[in-house]
């Protein structure tokens, strides 16, 4: 089995985010969302975004999933990858914020959203958080998000915590293939910047063993 689980570290950033721009392209709403041009600062923005949380935040853990038969370049091996928190204590949650190329408005509008209703399901309690899962378009349907996914949940059932997520349609049925439960559905209408649909995000949680 050529894929395998790594710890991801500040010099897969790079690909990290080609990775982010590449698995988020097909998404309908990235054209409302992120319409661009992306400016060097707005990449920077995102940048330092991962290396604030990868250098400072002692509840994240990234890692990725490598396929050790890509020969080309290390840094080509990496085919997807993953970020989550760890709360041991309940989070201090803030705001997103968007850089230049964002709709800064149809943005907040979703992901202020977003933060209330996790705010409101797991503000308050201990759990692990699934923040971010991609896989390179190309490189979709082999099981790396299905190994990043396990990973995660082997996290927490050693701390005994639950986990919570916000699933994409994409990720949706992986979620619930992988034992997570729909909680809420939180849809957005974005119809004011030309959505022809609602944007619909699952929260779902995933409950260790035993608890
Ligand atoms: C969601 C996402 C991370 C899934 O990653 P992935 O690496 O394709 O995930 P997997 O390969 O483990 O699983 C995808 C499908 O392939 C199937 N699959 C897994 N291993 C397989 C294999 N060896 N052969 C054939 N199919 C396989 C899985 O059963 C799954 O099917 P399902 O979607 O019907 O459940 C990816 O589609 C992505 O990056 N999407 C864009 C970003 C996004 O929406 N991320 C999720 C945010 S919540």
Redesign the pocket.
């Known amino acids: 089995m050529p894929l395998e689980l790594r710890v991801f570290t500040l010099a897969d950033l790079p690909r990290g985010l080609e990775i982010e721009k590449l698995?988020?392209a097909p998404?309908p709403f990235t054209p409302f969302l992120f319409p661009g041009p992306f400016p060097e600062e707005s990449k920077k923005m995102r940048s330092e975004y991962f290396i604030k949380a990868l250098e400072q935040d002692q509840t994240a853990r990234h890692v990725k999933v490598i396929d050790t038969e890509i020969e080309d370049d290390e840094n080509e091996q990496m085919?997807?990858w993953a970020k989550v928190h760890v709360y041991k204590e309940p989070p201090e949650l803030s705001p997103r914020v968007f850089g230049p190329g964002s709709n800064v408005e149809a943005c907040e509008k979703l992901w202020g959203g977003i933060l209330a209703q996790r705010t409101r399901l797991v503000g308050a309690k201990p759990h692990v958080y699934l923040h971010?899962?991609?896989?390179h378009?190309t490189?979709?349907?082999?099981?790396?998000?299905?190994?990043l996914?396990q990973w995660a949940l082997e996290q927490a059932q050693e701390l005994g915590l639950p986990v919570y997520?916000?699933?994409?349609?994409?990720?949706h049925?992986?979620?619930l293939?992988n034992g997570f439960q729909d909680v809420d559905l939180l849809e957005t209408d974005l119809s004011q910047w030309g959505a022809k649909d609602m944007h619909r995000i699952w929260n779902m949680m995933w409950y260790p063993k035993g608890a």
Do not use: C, F, H, K
């Not at 971010?132 to 896989?135: A, G, I, K, R, S």
């Open positions: 698995a988020y998404n085919v997807a971010m899962l991609q896989t378009p490189q979709q349907g082999r099981g790396a998000g299905t190994t996914i997520l916000e699933a994409s349609p994409d990720g049925g992986l979620y293939r």
